[in-house]
């Protein structure tokens, strides 16, 4: 039961110190502004009209993929979540409590 309960609690603990470094990331694989602020569009030449867009190939070329992307850190947190229910339940399950 205790090694369900320590295991269970570093994955947690790992899991949650990633949602930060991984939606920065997802933010900035995403993004749909430059440095100022300014939404970033595209020429008739197909290249970014604004200055600092070009981390927004991905927004420019599929809107659906940006917003796709944007979901995964809540997805990766519903995860960790799901490790702590399973966690939870397996050791009351252990305990004899459920």
Same mark, same amino acid.
């Given at each position: 039961m205790?090694?369900? &309960?320590?295991?269970g609690?570093? %994955?947690? &603990?790992v899991?949650?110190?990633?949602?930060?470094?991984?939606?920065?990331?997802?933010g900035?694989a995403?993004?749909t502004?430059n %440095?100022?602020?300014?939404?970033?569009t595209l020429?008739t030449?197909? %290249?970014?009209?604004?200055?600092?867009?070009?981390?927004?190939?991905?927004? &420019?070329?599929?809107?659906w993929?940006?917003?796709? &992307?944007?979901?995964?850190?809540?997805f990766?947190?519903?995860g960790i979540?799901g490790?702590?229910?399973?966690?939870?339940?397996?050791s009351?399950?252990?305990a004899g409590v459920?």
């Amino acid at each position: 039961m205790i090694n369900r &309960l320590i295991g269970g609690f570093v %994955a947690i &603990l790992v899991g949650v110190s990633l949602i930060g470094p991984l939606a920065t990331t997802v933010g900035t694989a995403a993004s749909t502004t430059n %440095a100022t602020g300014t939404t970033c569009t595209l020429g008739t030449n197909g %290249a970014p009209v604004q200055t600092g867009c070009a981390n927004s190939a991905l927004y &420019l070329s599929s809107s659906w993929g940006s917003t796709v &992307l944007n979901m995964v850190p809540g997805f990766f947190a519903l995860g960790i979540l799901g490790i702590g229910i399973a966690v939870t339940y397996g050791s009351l399950r252990d305990a004899g409590v459920v």
